[in-house]
């Protein structure tokens, strides 16, 4: 069974910056697109920033030039490095990534479990 494990989250004062992780764990044949979501207390989740498997980039309006999303497709982990962080980024964020597991001819979205985010002000 593949999971995506996140970390890095935590709670950091207006201005300061975090760096999240996300991982697979179990057998993966590929990974196609990885991104970031995040959902605030009583909105809808959203889309922060996505990364297709050759390095392409997309970003939200709210967090461009404050966000960098990379991965590293030999661990098949992508990042989030948040600087300038506000306190409307408070929120869950979710890993999401579009893979493939070893045996399987499909591919499947896959999500992590959240990892609260909490900027103070």
């Known amino acids: 069974q593949v999971q995506l494990v996140e970390s890095g989250g935590g709670l950091v004062q207006a201005g300061g910056s975090l760096r999240l992780s996300c991982g697979p764990s179990g057998s993966i044949f590929s990974i196609l697109a990885m991104g970031w979501y995040r959902q605030a207390p009583g909105k809808q989740r959203e889309l922060v920033a996505s990364i297709t498997r050759g390095g392409n980039t997309n970003y939200a309006d709210a967090v461009k030039g404050r966000f960098t999303i990379s991965r590293d497709n030999a661990k098949n982990t992508v990042y989030l490095q948040m600087n300038s962080l506000k306190p409307e980024d408070t929120g869950v964020y979710y890993c999401?990534?579009?893979?493939?597991?070893?045996?399987?001819?499909?591919?499947?979205?896959?999500w992590g479990q959240g990892t609260q985010v909490t900027v103070s002000s």
């Open positions: 999401h990534a579009d893979l493939r597991t070893v045996g399987s001819t499909r591919w499947n979205d896959y």
